[in-house]
C-alpha cells in the first residue's frame, strides 16, 4: 500500500508569487489533514477534510491560504501570494476514520522557501 | 489548548531501554496522549498512544501517571535506528487536531 505523497518535495519562489502544493492520501482514507512547521516553531495544524468537505480550519493562518480537496480525493493548498514568514515545511497527513485512537499517516513534506 | 514540555535533547547507547519524559500539566480530563517520531527527511510516523491505562505495542511502551499530568515513552532496547525527533502530542477527543511540542531528539550511540 502507498503511503501519503507530496508534490513537490521542494519549492523556491519569490515573495509575493503563488505556490501550489498537492497531497496524495493512502487510498481509502477520507481523513486529510495539512500541518506545518515554520523556522524554529513547532508542527502546527491547519485544517482538516472529511472527503471534500473542510471539518476544521481553524489553523489556518490568514486569507492567504487556501486549501481544497475536488472529489474526495487528493487536496492541494495554495498559497497567493507568498510572503517570508510561509517559508518552512508543509506536511500533509491522512487516517481512514476519525477519532482520538486513529493513527494519522504523514507524507515526507514538501520544503517551501521564499525569497 | 493544552501543550507539552519536553526536554530538548536525550543520548543514549545502543541495546540499553531510553526513557523519554513529557510534562503535560494542562491536559484535560478527555485529551489523548499520542506519540510520534521523526526521522532525518521523513514525516512525523506513529509510535503510540493512550489515555488513562499504560500500553505497549511492538515498537514501545507509554507510562501515563495516575494524574496524567505527565508520560514516558520507554523503548526497551534502542537501536541506531531510534535516532529520531520524539513528538509527545495532545489530542482533544472533540477534533483531529494532533497538538505537537518542540519534540526532544534522541540520539544512540553505538
Known amino acids: 500500500e502507498a503511503g501519503v505523497t507530496q508534490f513537490p518535495s521542494h519549492s523556491v519562489i519569490e515573495k509575493g508569487q503563488t505556490v501550489t502544493l498537492r497531497c496524495d492520501p493512502i487510498s481509502g482514507h477520507d481523513n486529510l489533514y495539512w500541518y506545518r512547521r515554520v523556522m524554529g516553531k513547532e508542527i502546527k495544524f491547519l485544517l482538516h477534510?472529511?472527503?471534500?468537505?473542510?471539518?476544521?480550519e481553524s489553523g489556518m493562518p490568514n486569507n492567504r491560504f487556501l486549501a481544497e480537496r475536488t472529489g474526495g480525493t487528493y487536496s492541494t493548498l495554495k498559497v497567493q501570494p507568498a510572503e517570508l514568514e510561509d517559508s518552512g515545511v508543509y506536511f500533509c497527513?491522512?487516517?481512514?476514520?476519525?477519532?482520538?485512537?486513529?493513527?494519522?499517516?504523514f507524507g515526507p513534506g514538501t520544503r517551501l522557501l521564499v525569497l | 489548548d493544552a501543550k507539552t514540555t519536553q526536554p530538548n535533547s536525550m543520548e543514549s547507547n545502543e541495546e540499553e531501554p531510553v526513557h523519554l519524559p513529557c510534562n503535560h500539566s494542562?491536559?484535560?480530563?478527555?485529551?489523548?496522549i499520542h506519540w510520534y517520531r521523526q526521522l532525518p527527511s521523513q514525516g512525523p510516523e506513529y509510535v503510540i498512544h493512550?489515555?488513562?491505562s499504560n500500553v505497549n505495542n511492538r515498537m514501545a511502551s507509554l507510562a501515563i501517571a495516575e494524574d496524567r499530568k505527565s508520560s514516558t515513552l520507554i523503548l526497551h532496547r534502542a537501536t541506531l535506528r531510534d535516532a529520531a525527533v520524539y513528538y509527545c502530542?495532545?489530542?482533544?477527543?472533540?477534533?483531529?487536531?494532533?497538538?505537537f511540542g518542540t519534540g526532544t531528539r534522541l540520539q544512540v550511540f553505538p
Open positions: 497527513a491522512s487516517s481512514r476514520k476519525r477519532g482520538g485512537f486513529e493513527t494519522q499517516y
Open positions: 477534510f472529511v472527503k471534500e468537505s473542510k471539518q476544521d
Open positions: 493512550g489515555l488513562t
Open positions: 502530542i495532545l489530542r482533544p477527543y472533540n477534533t483531529d487536531k494532533l497538538i
Open positions: 494542562t491536559i484535560s480530563g478527555t485529551d489523548y
